[in-house]
């Protein structure tokens, strides 16, 4: 796999920390907490792709499936995940303590460790995968929360639907 593809898949994994970011950087948090909280999504999306490689390794162990439709299935869904969400109504945010900040990584990864199941199906550069991964959401996490203030209304939406049709064009391409 070239590393376009993995640029691609690593942006398209960080649109939902960055639509989510654009709605918490409507907070003003302090500089500190931004740091703080695009760290921890970092860290989470270099973790869960290799934990997801993990289990994906022992899947295919013992389920004889073309690794293809693994990958189609995998990045498909997450990304029509993605385009449903951007259209559900948002809740308003409030600040975050250190718990949520936690949970607020974990739950923008989710989609890093179901693309991790079928990364080793992809490629052999799983370490730069994760890496570019981690660098990818902690630069549009943080880049979320500083443009929160001013465009979070038209942008955020935009964002997931658009991360999430480029995982589902990808999961189709690779298909084939």
């Known amino acids: 796999m070239s590393i376009l593809i993995i640029l691609v898949i690593a942006i398209s ?11 918490y950087g409507t907070l003003n948090l302090k500089e500190k907490d931004i740091h703080a909280l695009s760290f921890t999504v970092g860290i989470y999306h ?6 997801g ?3 994906g390794t022992i899947i295919l162990k ?7 439709w693994i990958v189609f299935i995998v990045l498909f869904f997450i990304g029509i995940q993605m385009v ?17 900040m936690l949970l607020f990584g974990l739950a923008v990864s989710i989609d890093s460790f ?11 550069q799983l370490l730069l995968c994760a890496f570019l991964f981690a660098i990818s959401s902690f630069f549009f ?3 979320g929360l ?5 465009v979070h209304q038209k942008i955020g939406k935009i964002s997931t639907t658009i991360g999430g049709l480029i995982l589902v064009i990808l999961g189709i391409i690779y298909l084939f």
Do not use: R, W
């Open 62 to 68: 013992f389920l004889p499936l073309n690794p293809k």
């Open 146 to 150: 500083i443009l929160g203030k001013k």
């Open 84 to 100: 449903i969400e951007s259209f559900k109504k948002e809740e308003p945010v409030k600040v975050m303590t250190k718990i949520e």
């Open 141 to 143: 996490t943080y880049l």
């Open 13 to 23: 994994l960080s649109m939902d920390a960055f639509s989510l970011s654009l709605a």
């Open 53 to 55: 490689i993990m289990v």
């Open 114 to 124: 179901s693309v991790g199941i079928g990364l080793k199906s992809m490629t052999d």
């Open 46 to 51: 270099f973790i869960m792709p290799l934990f």
